[in-house]
């Protein structure tokens, strides 16, 4: 039931946690997960780019689906690093902000 005592945006919910209970070992856990699934996306990218990139292509084609590939190389490197970089300032930061509210993600 819809509690109106209180304004819907700041009344906490079920699926929320506090931030300094969800940091910590599962922030660390989520952060080698990410980079475990970017390395595995960069290795199927890489894989499909050199299958449609065979000797029946094109040479122009071949040289677009190379130049492709390393756009999304990039991209994914700067993925990773932005991940890192979270996941360095956010434990370099002893005077940061535990009380904020995030949602789960189950």
Not at 18 to 46: N, P, S
């Amino acid at each position: 039931m819809l509690r109106t005592d209180e304004p819907v945006a700041t009344r906490p919910s079920d699926s929320t946690l506090e931030l300094g209970e969800f940091l910590g070992d599962h922030g660390d856990c989520l952060v080698q997960e990410i980079q475990t699934l970017l390395a595995e996306l960069e290795g199927k990218v890489t894989r499909y780019t050199w299958l449609k990139s065979s000797q029946e292509t094109p040479k122009e084609q071949r040289a677009e689906n190379m130049r492709s590939l390393a756009f999304m190389q990039t991209a994914l490197e700067d993925i990773t690093a932005t991940v890192v970089g979270i996941s360095v300032s956010s434990q370099s930061d002893p005077g940061m902000e535990t009380t904020g509210r995030i949602s789960s993600c189950g």
